[in-house]
């Protein structure tokens, strides 16, 4: 039974030549009690953490990222995040589940235990790796921009895309973006994932595996070319 149930005697009834915005502030009083009890069941978190929005940062095998573009007022580009609501005891990882299918309108479930990985920017975001068939599942949004601005649309999102990161630092410079994606760390994110990717070679300074493998492939036929050769000048 809840707080309001058991003190509901305490409401007065409207009785004529008694005010009733007497009985009107009984009522609040009462609500905003019960209002306080129910506060007290959310778990408390920080005004930092509070502050601070949580997203998801979606990409694949080979490099491909996933980004919004959001409806405010600057419509800038971004990763998919929102704050945490208390309300509903959401944690930041629920967070991030949370705005990203509402903003990229993603169907699949995601699994938490593959959010284990967080690239922290102005904001934190959970990494993670779609397969192909997830990557088939994700909607491309696409509003044109002048409608969207004569219509005053009230969607989150107007538009969204993959983008490869060989191409993320031509497309910050020619478009708008937010902190997030302005201040976002390629190499930072190839460390943190480990995908082989051809930029590894230039933001952590260490040889690509497939080009490895293809110079050594190539080292192999060269060898075998000479071991012919010596054998046919035999």
């Known amino acids: 039974m809840s707080w309001l149930s058991k003190n509901v005697s305490k409401i007065k009834p409207f009785i004529p030549g008694v005010p009733y915005i007497q009985d009107m502030q009984m009522v609040k009083n009462v609500l905003n009690e019960e209002e306080k009890v129910q506060e007290s069941n959310i778990p408390q978190f920080s005004k930092t953490k509070l502050k601070q929005s949580f997203g998801i940062i979606a990409y694949t095998a080979n490099g491909d990222i996933f980004i919004v573009l959001q409806n405010n007022r600057y419509y800038t580009w971004s990763f998919p995040k929102g704050h945490v609501n208390i309300r509903y005891n959401k944690s930041p990882i629920d967070t991030a589940i949370r705005e990203f299918k509402e903003e990229t309108k993603y169907p699949g479930e995601i699994d938490k235990e593959r959010l284990t990985r967080k690239m922290k920017l102005n904001n934190t975001f959970f990494l993670f790796e779609m397969t192909p068939e997830e990557v088939k599942k994700m909607p491309i949004i696409n509003f044109n921009i002048n409608n969207v601005k004569n219509q005053f649309m009230k969607e989150e999102v107007i538009q969204s895309r993959w983008i490869n990161l060989s191409e993320l630092e031509h497309f910050v410079r020619k478009h708008k973006t937010n902190k997030t994606l302005s201040e976002f760390k390629i190499g930072y994110f ?39 050769n010596t054998k046919k000048n035999k």
């Open 190 to 228: 190839l460390k943190l994932t480990g995908i082989d990717h051809p930029l590894v070679e230039k933001y952590l300074g260490k040889k690509n595996t497939n080009k490895n493998n293809a110079r050594n492939n190539n080292t192999k036929k060269n060898n075998t070319r000479n071991n012919n």
